[in-house]
């Protein structure tokens, strides 16, 4: 799986969101930072240039664990 895999789903659900709750901006602000810790997450395992390690962590984020 690649990190843009990994982002799309969550992605689209937070845009979603943000559409049906643009009058709400505690939820907005909740789901900005989701997002950015989404660009946080993938910009630190692009960085790991073991990629049997950068699997290893990407698996353990897919999985709940991270």
Do not use: C, F, H, W
Request: charged share 30%; glycine share 2%; net charge neutral.
């Amino acid at each position: 799986m690649t990190t843009s895999e990994m982002l799309k789903p969550r992605s689209k659900e937070n845009y979603e969101a943000i559409n049906r709750n643009s009058d709400l901006p505690s939820i907005m602000a909740s789901i900005l930072r989701q997002e950015l810790d989404s660009m946080i997450r993938v910009i630190y395992l692009l960085n790991i240039k073991d990629l049997i390690e950068r699997e290893r962590l990407m698996s353990e984020l897919m999985n709940g664990k991270m």
